[in-house]
């Protein structure tokens, strides 16, 4: 099922799922399952491998129904009980870890014996075990088999032969009314065991993510940074960006720095027709706004989440998380490198972006293609942010010329008109999409508070009762999974894009 990826190719899964290679008698949905699973306990043993989950034989007082065949509806209730019995034992080791960070590892689990055939689906085999269960080649499948194969199960014999025999069907009071319908026996028979242990595996992956390393935290740099939430960025970035009252960054003869170190860019009132400005002039004017802004007032990370790489004190020297930095963009096509050297275009700046690199395991949240989005939407308002400021200044500057004048014609009441009505469609429009995706966060902040509120204590949520296809409930407890909350990171920037008429079905609007 599972598929290799080089691991310079991706840092945020090792495999990828590949729907052709499930196996015919497993549904999508009971595959999806132990791939999840597998991708969490990766996790977990990477990055927390002191967790009870990540060690099977801490988690072994309640043993997990087996993964087998179930016929009638009795057999799947009595494995779905199990699995609920199962799963509340677990939950009480996890509670315990979390309270005291360690966990009292029962002493008829330590002996040898208790371990010498245990084979785990999930964890893999004892090391002394596993070889023995692979001593015949593999080439002799192809034989007869040496033994004898063993008489086949009166259930399974009757339940096959009730599902062919058409033509004779059972009477409704015989034995074939118990059992299910053979289409769906193997998600009856494997979900619930499954979808416990996923259950299980996805809240201790997603504390890992949420306590341990602080994901929150790292979404609300993206968002200050990336989507301009931050006043005071915002603020600065612009005079560096727009304001001509600045000195240029641009070295010529005689230009010296001024004691307060600040210059600009100075974009579209430029002495020199150099554009885009060099990567020494881009250091020189946007060096110190994100660092200054950060730890000015840095939310919820720990040192070692943005550790200094130096002795000094001056912010310009620290290190942001995930090494976030002003960059020049390196995939642009022809065309783009063609629009942004106008620097009267509307694309002047969009050879400039916010680079941040998600490390692991918050990579497995913050994917490639979800950076790839942040900088489309954070392009598309860098974007209206200078067309605010070019139809603010030039009404200014209109306004000024009219009263230095003090003559008011027809022609320059249309002018002026003209400016006006430009800047109440700028920012209506630019308004419009801000408010969009502050929305639009807002919305992603509420749900993340109420999966982060039902990851407190390991409690057990969204397990339902136990009923038919693995249970797994509805509500909280199918969105907790790392693949769910991925699947909501994607939606929410999905939605973004949409606000700003990014998606593809929006072309003829841009």
């Not at 942040?374 to 598309?380: D, I, L």
């Not at 004048?405 to 430009?422: G, L, N, P």
């Not at 749900?447 to 249970?471: C, I, N």
Request: with cysteine; proline share 6%; hydrophobic share 35%.
């Amino acid at each position: 099922m599972p598929s290799h990826i080089p691991e310079n190719e991706s840092q945020n899964s090792e495999f990828e799922f590949v729907a052709e290679s499930i196996p015919k008698f497993l549904s999508r949905d009971v595959a999806e399952i132990i791939f999840e699973s597998g991708q969490s306990l990766r996790l977990l043993r990477r990055f927390q491998p002191e967790s009870p989950l990540a060690n099977p034989h801490m988690t072994q007082t309640t043993s997990l129904p087996g993964i087998d065949w179930q016929f009638s509806w009795e057999d799947i209730q009595r494995v779905q009980r199990q699995a609920k019995d199962y799963e509340l034992s677990i939950l009480k080791t996890l509670q315990q870890y979390n309270k005291t960070g360690s966990i009292t590892e029962p002493k008829d689990l330590l002996h040898e014996e208790s371990h010498e055939h245990v084979v785990d689906i999930l964890h893999g085999s004892n090391n002394s075990v596993a070889p023995t269960r692979l001593d015949p080649p593999i080439s002799d499948i192809d034989n007869p088999p040496s033994n004898p194969l063993p008489p086949i199960s009166p259930s399974i014999s009757a339940a096959v032969s009730s599902f062919l025999d058409e033509s004779s069907p059972a009477p409704l009071n015989s034995s074939s009314t118990s059992t299910p319908p053979i289409s769906l026996l193997s998600t009856l028979s494997f979900s619930s065991p499954l979808t416990a242990q996923s259950r299980l595996l996805s809240q201790a992956t997603l504390r890992l993510l949420f306590k341990s390393h602080s994901l929150r935290s790292h979404l609300r740099l993206l968002h200050r940074y990336s989507l301009f939430s931050d006043g005071p960025f915002l603020t600065r970035l612009s005079h560096a960006l727009f304001d001509p009252s600045l000195p240029s960054s641009a070295r010529q003869k005689g230009n010296r720095p001024t004691a307060s170190g600040i210059s600009g860019l100075k974009l579209g009132s430029r002495e020199t027709n150099t554009w885009p400005p060099a990567s020494s002039e881009l250091r020189l004017a946007l060096t110190g706004i994100l660092t200054d802004s950060y730890f000015s007032d840095h939310e919820g990370f720990s040192p070692s989440s943005a550790t200094s790489s130096s002795s000094s004190s001056s912010n310009r020297h620290k290190e942001l998380p995930g090494n976030l930095s002003f960059a020049i963009r390196t995939d642009m096509t022809n065309d783009e490198l063609e629009a942004c050297m106008n620097p009267d275009g509307i694309a002047a700046l969009d050879f400039l972006h916010l680079q941040y690199r998600a490390k692991a395991p918050l990579d497995t949240i913050i994917t490639r293609s979800c950076l790839e989005k942040y900088e489309k939407v954070s392009r598309a308002l860098m974007r209206g942010l200078r067309m605010l400021f070019v139809t603010r200044n030039s009404l200014r500057e209109r306004t000024a010329a009219l009263r230095r004048r003090r003559r008011d014609t027809k022609e320059e009441a249309t002018i002026q008109k003209f400016h006006i009505e430009a800047g109440h469609f700028v920012r209506s429009v630019f308004g419009f999409i801000e408010g969009r995706v502050r929305e639009i966060w807002k919305e992603f902040e509420k749900r993340l508070d109420v999966l982060e509120e039902g990851l407190e204590g390991y409690e057990l949520v969204g397990s339902g009762d136990g009923g038919g296809g693995g249970g797994g409930g509805e509500g909280r407890g199918q969105r907790q999974s790392v693949r769910a909350l991925r699947d909501l990171h994607e939606e929410i920037l999905d939605s973004m894009l949409k606000a700003c008429f990014l998606k593809r079905k929006q072309e003829r609007v841009r």
